[in-house]
């Protein structure tokens, strides 16, 4: 890939930007292929799966951005980040390729196999309400309070998925 930044490639920069975003699915590819081959030699269901290692690797990114903007003082910024990036997953991820199937194929459908879908949205919506009782109850300031409490509710969650999808309950 040209690198931009030396002056000699700097006009290809359009090259090396189709040749990063041709690797973005190649790379997504290959890391849920090896997360799922992992969770069945382990015997761990693929939801546990992309609840955990999945989502965490893809969080990684946001979770950098946001820690940069916090730090320059955009809390705001940050907490934006974080929300609107998972509107975007839970929107356009599953959107977004379900539209192109019924692009090529109209009146197909797409079969979901998933036992807790009703659960995992719900949570969801759970989740939101959460963030804003949360922020709100705290003043609108992001404080170690409001990180600990943000972090609990997201360990109550993985622990409650992981549990509804391993047939524990539910």
Not at 6 to 21: C, P, T, Y
Request: proline fraction near 4%; charged fraction near 10%; aromatic fraction near 14%.
């Amino acid at each position: 890939m040209p690198n931009c930044r030396l002056e000699k490639w700097g006009s290809w920069f359009l090259v090396s930007f189709l040749i990063s975003m041709l690797w973005i699915p190649i790379f997504s590819y290959v890391i849920v292929w090896m997360i799922t081959i992992i969770g069945f030699t382990m015997g761990i269901p693929d939801t546990v799966m992309g609840l955990t290692f999945v989502a965490a690797g893809v969080s990684i990114p946001d979770i950098l951005t946001s820690l940069a903007v916090a730090r320059e003082g955009y809390g705001d910024m940050a907490t934006s980040n974080a929300s609107g990036s998972n509107v975007f997953d839970i929107l356009i991820c599953p959107g977004l390729p379900w539209f192109l199937q019924m692009g090529v194929d109209p009146g197909s459908v797409v079969r979901v196999i998933s036992k807790g879908l009703t659960y995992s949205t719900l949570s969801l919506l759970s989740t939101i309400v959460f963030l804003l009782g949360a922020t709100h109850l705290n003043g609108w300031k992001l404080d170690s309070k409001y990180g600990v409490a943000l972090l609990g509710w997201y360990l109550f969650f993985m622990i409650i998925a992981s549990m509804y999808e391993m047939n524990i309950f539910g």
